[in-house]
């Protein structure tokens, strides 16, 4: 399976099954438009033994003909940041491995790739063992760990170096959250050496911690204690700090990294800067800053609570840059970063206290919806649309072409998309196990209508009609610098 350099123009590195016209298929996916990073064209799909064998010419036999007439047929979607099953802030998310799966399949998501968090004290093993115990039995669509670091000592250093031979290929290390999960620049640079010995990609959590619990705890103390100071206490220049600052310790070990939840112009600026300076720096965005500015932090009621998420929604200037960066694709991929906290008994534990709010908004089955909106409007083509959404995050984590695109020999995850269908989004018609959604209320045109998940249909007209616990777990392939072959 995939095991080489992402790199959109490589090609496939496992071998092809041989393509047998005559074959009998098991699912033929028919009348369809076919969308991939790199075009779009008119064929039906054959699907045998989960994979892809076919595409266009005749195909006449199968067990099951997937009627795609009038819509897309898009790789399933990759989510590379989602946090089920959570621990943090004290206490535990509302979407377990089952929920925020059957959410994603929903959506159109075919592979996450979640975050695995130490805790303090935990070797590796046991914090895989951990989340390896989460997800078996529930998991409905595909899966990967990005590993999060929190307790750097020498037995988990050593560990790290075995992480990528396990399928484990990226790290992820905050510079935020002091007492939870923030690290010194020390670790960081322990880590990202690690990582380029290995094999691996370090995930940075990009916001200069300190700067923000002090202007944090300035607010609380002169009585600022509603939701919308949790924006005011981290503005744009402490990302755009630590974005600069991690990049320039990537740069001090000669390695990779990449930045998750970039939200502005100002972190954009560092990573751009980076860029010229031929540093393989990376990053994403998140729908919610696309969508959201800081100003819905201070709805009234306390609503303003569900967007309390870090890095903060930021200015609608900055989600138009945010929508330029993804069109002229210096940004990766659009993640959703879901973070199942219950406005009814997690965020309300912050009414008196923006401080004690936990972080984080719920996202993965709104997002190819919300991302798509994006194509009506004229800001992305469609082969750019499935590029972001999929292709390209599986190229950086190493899952393709086993995942991300629509080619011979790829798995037979696949999105029936209808561009026609309109819904306007709400919370009691979304499948996970959320009170409130990110995006209530807002119309989009653009619905997944049928997934496939290796060649068996999960989700048929909105409804998953999958069987929970037949996901499985993805070695992901080492990452290799551009450039730099191992
Ligand atoms: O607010 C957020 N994003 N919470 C989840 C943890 C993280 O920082 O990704
Ligand atoms: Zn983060
Ligand atoms: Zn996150
Ligand atoms: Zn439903």
């Not at 009814?344 to 719920?362: E, L, Y």
């Not at 072409?401 to 995850?413: F, L, N, R, W, Y």
């Amino acid at each position: 399976r995939p095991a080489s350099t992402p790199s959109p123009t490589d090609p496939p590195s496992f071998s092809r099954p041989s393509v047998q016209g005559t074959d009998r298929m098991d699912v033929i996916v028919k009348n369809g438009t076919v969308v991939t990073a790199s075009g779009v064209s008119q064929a039906d799909i054959g699907i045998k033994d989960g994979r892809i064998v076919q595409i266009g010419g005749t195909l006449e036999s199968a067990d099951r003909i997937v009627d795609a007439s009038g819509c897309y047929v898009m790789p399933g979607g990759v989510d590379v940041h989602t946090h089920l099953d959570s621990g943090d802030f004290g206490t535990k998310s509302a979407d377990d491995f089952g929920s925020g799966t059957i959410a994603a399949a929903c959506g159109g998501t075919t592979t996450v790739v979640d975050f695995c968090s130490q805790d303090r004290g935990q070797s590796l093993g046991d914090a895989i063992a951990y989340w390896d115990s989460k997800a078996e039995g529930k998991v409905a669509i595909d899966y990967g760990y990005h590993m999060i670091v929190t307790d750097m000592n020498d037995g988990v250093f050593a560990e790290l170096a075995t992480l990528p031979d396990r399928g484990i290929t990226s790290f992820k290390l905050f510079m935020a959250y002091r007492g939870m999960n923030m690290i010194d620049d020390v670790t960081m640079l322990k880590s990202l050496e690690q990582a380029k010995k290995y094999g691996a990609l370090v995930m940075v959590h990009a916001e200069n911690g300190d700067a923000a619990d002090y202007l944090r705890d300035k607010f609380v103390a002169e009585g600022k204690t509603e939701p919308y100071y949790h924006a005011l206490s981290r503005p744009p220049r402490i990302e755009a700090e630590a974005t600069a600052r991690a990049i320039a310790l990537a740069e001090i070990v000669d390695t990779s990294i990449y930045i998750v939840h970039l939200t502005c112009g100002e972190a954009l600026d560092e990573l751009l800067r980076a860029k010229r300076r031929g540093v393989d720096a990376l990053a994403e965005t998140c729908t919610q800053y696309l969508y959201l500015t800081k100003e819905d932090l201070a709805r009234p009621n306390f609503e303003g609570a569900k967007f309390v998420f870090t890095p903060p929604a930021r200015s609608v200037e900055d989600q138009e840059i945010l929508w330029k960066a993804l069109q002229d694709r210096v940004l990766e991929t659009v993640s959703s970063d879901h973070c199942s906290w219950l406005f009814k008994g997690h965020k309300d534990k912050g009414r008196d206290d923006f401080r004690k709010i936990p972080n984080g908004a719920p996202g993965v089955e709104e997002r190819l919806m919300m991302v798509y909106q994006g194509v009506n409007q004229g800001r992305l083509s469609l082969p750019e649309f499935v590029d972001l959404v999929a292709t390209r995050p599986a190229q950086v984590f190493g899952m393709f072409p086993q995942k991300g695109t629509i080619a011979v020999g790829s798995d037979a995850d696949i999105v029936i998309w209808d561009p026609e269908a309109t819904t306007v989004i709400t919370q009691s018609e979304m499948h996970n196990n959320m009170d409130y959604s990110s995006y209530e209320g807002h119309a989009v045109k653009g619905m997944p209508k049928t997934v496939l998940l290796r060649g068996k249909v999960i989700v048929e007209d909105r409804e998953y009609v999958g069987t929970p616990g037949e996901g499985q777990f993805l070695k992901r392939a080492k990452y290799v610098r551009p450039g730099k072959p191992a």
